[in-house]
């Protein structure tokens, strides 16, 4: 018998031999080796610099001129409750579906998450395949139509795995761009220096064992395609356009996502030519040609509307230049998925300070396709906010008071919608896409893609209205105090800071 200290006395020792054995052979090449880990250190450093400040591809991080539209419609999708009972409002991926069965000479979409798998949890809309057989039913009646389909690695998990939507759609000629996200800039530096140098050399597909993430049925896949997700970067934008118009979305043609609130535009206008050479842009660094489509040149209505299409950081400029220009008696209504970019929250206390109203609807950030989250990064920042209304009114201030938080009230959907909406003297400017309030989309990391709209009385209105729906609980139950998830807990303020500034995080 061997008693429990005979027995790790004896594990110590075969454990230690090996090490004690390594000993001589270190000490003799202490030089080498200590020049060996400077270099890969220097490297290591070297390579993460070149990470975060590598050139954008051309045609990325744009600002588009204003222009007058024929058409522009601000389009909502709600799940909320009634009585108990959840209910869903939904429209955008109908009017999709519209602009895809009117196209007679092309189609360019440009879609971020695109795939039927999901928890088995809820009864999700089929909205994958939905999109899938309008485009292939559109092609059989139009045999020239050219369609191009844009899309994220995540959708073949990196390549662990094929698509059987996208796969169907290229047998049908459709023309399919998986981004090459490797040319984009790493919002996680520390990790993607370790995946240029060492790891993207041995690929991503091959036999598979690990569970898919997103999915309880899904495919599996490599541990490999999991190290490459962990570079945390996307092409993330979603927009449609065709000859009759075009799109720009905070929607997903994803079935786990189908019952998350949502916006989106729907536009007729000069902004359309924009989007369509963005997203060659787009294709372009990723190894394919877009045709140079011609668009028709359509009416600009005199005193409707103007918008102006924006991507990646030039978002986060113009939202910055409509908070520096808030005064005392200007409004500001954000809904938002997520919210933490810290020079954006800088920016909206000092409109605050200046006498601006803001009004913050955010996620709670507690559902993820299925699974629980744990309120990161929302509940910290709406915690700094109504710390900053505490103080100053504590204080005789002005401006704390002038910011309130509230959250949608989720029942394992999202509250995914990316809109603001400035209220002024000077009119109503909105703003609103793809993009996160986030460190990782507004700062040229991921590929986004949202609207400025110079809204008409009625357009303005209409924002006004659907805010206010959901602000008041009209109709419907949609929103709680902020009280309801409220979090003080400095651990999580600390992992909040943390991964926001480096990049070690999904938000």
């Not at 793809?434 to 986004?448: H, M, V």
């Amino acid at each position: 018998m061997v008693f429990p200290s005979e027995f790790f006395r004896r594990a110590r020792h075969r454990i230690s031999g090996p090490f004690r054995r390594l000993g001589p052979i270190v000490a003799r090449h202490r030089r080498r080796l200590r020049a060996a880990l400077i270099v890969m250190g220097v490297w290591w450093v070297v390579v993460m610099a070149r990470g975060v400040w590598m050139p954008l591809p051309e045609g990325l991080s744009t600002s588009g001129p204003e222009s007058g539209v024929e058409r522009l419609q601000l389009l909502t999708d709600i799940t909320y409750q009634r009585d108990g009972v959840q209910r869903t409002e939904q429209v955008i991926f109908d009017r999709v579906l519209g602009l895809i069965d009117r196209a007679d000479r092309f189609v360019v979409i440009d879609m971020f998450l695109f795939d039927d798998e999901h928890m088995g949890d809820r009864d999700y809309r089929p909205i994958t395949r939905e999109l899938t057989d309008r485009i292939l039913a559109r092609l059989e009646a139009v045999p020239t139509l050219d369609v191009t389909f844009i899309t994220d690695e995540i959708n073949n998990f990196y390549g662990a795995y094929e698509s059987p939507a996208l796969d169907s759609l290229e047998e049908a000629g459709v023309r399919i761009v998986i981004t090459d996200l490797g040319r984009l800039r790493d919002s996680n530096p520390i990790f993607s220096s370790l995946w240029r140098t060492y790891f993207q050399w041995f690929g991503t597909a091959g036999p598979a064992f690990a569970p898919h993430p997103l999915t309880s049925t899904g495919q599996r896949v490599t541990l490999r395609s999991y190290l490459k997700l962990l570079n945390m970067k996307a092409n993330h934008r979603k927009v449609i356009v065709t000859e009759d118009g075009c799109m720009v979305l905070s929607a997903n043609p994803h079935d786990a996502s189908s019952f998350h609130s949502n916006i989106a535009w729907d536009i007729k206008g000069g902004v359309c030519a924009d989007i369509l050479e963005s997203e060659q842009a787009v294709a372009a660094f990723s190894g394919h040609e877009v045709p140079a489509h011609l668009m028709d040149e359509w009416t600009e209505l005199e005193g409707s509307s103007t918008t102006r299409f924006v991507t990646e950081g030039e978002i986060q400029t113009v939202l910055i230049d409509e908070l520096e220009v808030m005064r005392a008696g200007d409004r500001l209504d954000v809904a938002m998925f997520y919210l933490s970019g810290r020079r954006v929250i800088r920016a909206i206390k000092s409109a605050v300070r200046r006498g601006g109203r803001v009004r913050l609807l955010l996620d709670p950030n507690k559902d993820a396709f299925g699974r629980p989250k744990g309120g990161i990064p929302n509940r910290q920042v709406a915690r700094e906010f109504m710390a900053m209304a505490e103080a100053e009114i504590g204080e005789g201030g002005m401006g704390g008071g002038g910011i309130e938080v509230r959250w949608y009230d989720t029942h394992g959907e999202q509250f995914h919608t990316k809109l603001l909406a400035f209220h002024t003297n000077r009119g109503t400017t909105l703003l609103g896409g793809s993009a996160n309030l986030t460190r990782r989309n507004l700062g040229d990391y991921n590929l986004e893609a949202n609207l400025l709209v110079r809204a008409n009385d009625t357009l303005g209105a209409r924002a006004s209205d659907y805010f206010e729906r959901l602000w008041s609980n009209r109709d419907g139950h949609f929103s709680v105090p902020y009280e309801a998830y409220a979090d003080d807990s400095w651990v999580k303020r600390v992992m909040y800071r943390l991964q926001e500034f480096a990049g070690l995080s999904s938000f």
